[in-house]
């Protein structure tokens, strides 16, 4: 059974940093394989994308309102994806997932994605 569980959510101050963090279980060595993105939904809005990566890392993409704000990394050998947050902004406020895809074209679309965890909160104050 696959479970991505994400984790460092929580409440910080705008212009302030989070880290969040995304383990996967279930998938085995062939987490190695998989895109991983993250999204977020606010209240009242539809999930959006964030970021993603490539199984290698080598290629990252970002929504144009994070970028240069918001770096995606993972690290293979502990199933694990990163979205490192900085100078963040009220507008940030929402949940935020992470998912993976076994195969994707199209990483901004939340229809690529097999697996999604259950969401950690984030609230910038203003």
């Known amino acids: 059974q696959v479970q991505l569980v994400e984790s460092g959510g929580g409440l910080v101050q705008a212009g302030g940093s989070l880290r969040l963090s995304c383990a996967a279980s279930?998938?085995?060595?062939?987490?190695?394989?998989?895109?991983m993105g993250w999204f977020r939904q606010a209240p009242g809005k539809e999930r959006e994308f964030v970021a993603a990566t490539t199984w290698s890392g080598g290629n990252l993409y970002y929504a144009g309102s994070v970028k240069g704000r918001f770096t995606i990394s993972r690290d293979n050998a502990k199933n694990t994806v990163y979205l490192q947050m900085n100078s963040l902004k009220p507008e940030d406020t929402a949940v935020y997932y992470c998912?993976?895809?076994?195969?994707?074209?199209?990483?901004?679309?939340?229809?690529?994605?097999?697996?999604w965890g259950q969401g950690t909160q984030v609230t910038v104050s203003s």
């Open positions: 998912a993976a895809a076994r195969r994707t074209t199209m990483p901004s679309r939340t229809s690529e994605y097999d697996y």
């Open positions: 279930g998938l085995g060595r062939t987490f190695s394989s998989h895109g």
